[in-house]
């Protein structure tokens, strides 16, 4: 099996529900997305897939759709009032998690058409959060 991965850098904010750590309150990361594709054979240029079609389709995204927005649950309390300060806010049904997240590009790309088979999510240098789907 062949595999490329591409990073992709981002910016956004959270909080998380129901959470009794630093993580309830609003704040933001600098962070990284991983992106890998498999491939059991190479197309006819020898590519799982060319890195400049993976950046076109996921990064146009992500930076449309999740780069410096505060991503927040959908029964977030916050979320009227930021809506009416005309903040930029991502909602999500699921708490905003680096896990939650890294499903959520996993999915995104899935549905694209990538043969994607791992998200990572990386919060901080330290630590990430990985989605793996079946293949
Ligand atoms: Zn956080």
């Not at 799982?48 to 146009?60: A, E």
């Amino acid at each position: 099996m062949y595999h490329v991965t591409r990073e992709i850098h981002f910016c956004y904010g959270h909080r998380l529900l129901n959470y009794d750590g630093k993580c309830r309150y609003l704040h933001g990361h600098n962070g990284k997305a991983v992106i890998t594709l498999a491939a059991p054979e190479l197309d006819a240029l020898g590519m799982v897939m060319d890195f400049s079609r993976i950046k076109r389709v996921l990064n146009t995204w992500i930076d449309e759709t999740l780069d410096h927005k505060m991503l927040l649950h959908q029964d977030d309390p916050v979320l009227p009032l930021l809506r009416q300060q005309g903040e930029p806010v991502y909602v999500m049904n699921v708490n905003p998690t680096a896990e939650n997240i890294a499903r959520h590009i996993y999915d995104f790309a899935a549905a694209q058409g990538l043969p994607v088979i791992e998200v990572q999510l990386w919060e901080t240098e330290n630590c990430f959060a990985s989605y793996k789907g079946k293949r």
